[in-house]
């Protein structure tokens, strides 16, 4: 650290761009070096649906705007979900992206920008960002969570990221847990992600309420479709027993997934992010629950720290800068 | 490598001692630096019935048996099963020698014998010898299973073996596959231990013959008791159709298990070792098609190699060879 600072006396602070590209919105920022405050940032709508190019003419917009006079000497972070191959720089899949297979978006906005740009996975760059500035400083092995409509994870182990070989690890919401369980949004069966995410979480009240549990939560046909993991939160929050049960039982599966974890990864930190991580104790009290029951051995749990993101929605951003700056 | 030889030159061979204790047998060898070929072995009775003195003076015999006249600059490996802290030096739990917890196994034979000592846990050694000196070598990413009595588990990740901050990762058989399944030898439900270890499959196998399904396998009360994994095996590859579908519904659950692990870890190299990797295809074609099934994105599969393990029963020595040469 001390040498990093002494080089950087040496040279003109450097200007980070971070693109974090989602399916309804499009966010860039720029950072100064290793500041996690951006300088200037933009959100636009992701407008998908009109196509791959208009996509890609939307993210250089936006870097544009961030951009101003910095486009000297710059260097690009770009965060994007689904499998990514961060090595080669392309998006292999994205679901919620139509049309975007094997897209080599690193090297379409390097040519555009003349500039070196990185891509990686947005959890992967969530824990990145949660590493460097946020719940996870100065440990060495992380587990990162982000439990929202899909469940991501990201791993530091031996205090670097972890990628694996074809840049495709750390998939933790899609681990099967009940072999005989439900189908995930990626199709296979029983995986966290189809028992624990915002969805499955909705999923599961629409079921008993259809099946006659008493609850507050609106009942009948097109009440129902509206439903989502906050209302079943709100509900829970106020005391509704089936909405309790609901956030109860997807706190359950998130810490018996997360002792398996941490057989796996033995971390010092845990961080769940995500907009589920926002039910606090809810959650995270069944969280903890099956966690100590469902573990191997207590010392596991000697000194863990199970805590909830600290950036929010800014980690991803700032993982893809930290990515940046690396460049 | 090119610097480490040239640094060897200049010193005289350094013999390393390397250990494995296991619950029915004491294993020591010699080796010279960096050559995984014994010099002297020896192998005796733990004899862990007649308590934790007996059994740590054994280790200090075994030791000095194949020390002979190299007590002088000696280094000195042991692997132990069970939950260990590799850090303290400190076999937290050893389910199959009574008595031992928390015993500091390292220090004890260091002061013993006034020489460095490291401890680790067997399949983790295991996978550090067959990355250095096995099916593993040249990756930087590595998956390895034992499949055995138990299953366990070692990871290289980034180039490293993966400790994680306790010195307890990589615990891979120890992870929930099915919350309804079986209870593990660990006492936890639905791990892939409970579904795939030898013990798992000759259970199911009784299952199975006393539900009455045809098989050339033994029936009848006593005969039962003695059914082991390997009969098991043997039957199968003679045809025995529940015999095969035994086999075929362990692979199917390593398989899939092993598609979570790759979304967890992404390796290059998958090893798979112990006892039950000896029934060959018969239990890799069924691990090889449910992987498939159930990866995320073929691209995990690209350029993986799915290998039996190459040291066979020498890994742990080997790796506990490996280990204390860094000391």
Known sequence: MGKRQAYDILRP????????LGATNIRAARFAANDPHPVAQVRMLTLAARGREVVISRILDAIGQVAEGYLTDLRIGIGSPGPIDPRRGIILEAP????????????????????????GNDANLAALGEWRYGAGQGAQDILYLTLSTGIGGGVIC????????????????????DRNGPVCGCGKQGHLEALAS????????????????PSTL?????????????????????????????VMEAGEAIGCHLASLMHAFDPEVVILGGGLSQMGDLLFEPIRNALRAHILHPYYLDRLRLVPAALGDEAGLIGAMALASEL
């Open 218 to 246: 609106p009942r009948g046909g097109e009440d129902l479709a509206g439903l989502t993991a906050a209302l079943v939160g709100e509900a829970a929050r106020a005391g509704d027993p089936l909405a309790k049960r609901v």
């Open 198 to 213: 915002g969805p499955a979480i909705a999923r599961r009240a629409v079921e008993l309420i259809r099946a006659g549990e």
């Open 96 to 119: 919620n992206l139509p049309g975007w297979n094997d897209v080599p978006l690193r090297d379409l906005v390097a040519e555009a920008l003349h500039c070196p740009v990185a891509l």
């Open 13 to 20: 602070v450097r200007h980070v761009i971070a693109v974090d």
């Open 158 to 177: 031996n205090g670097r990221l972890l990628e694996g070989f074809h840049g495709l690890a750390a998939e933790l919401g899609h681990m099967t847990l």
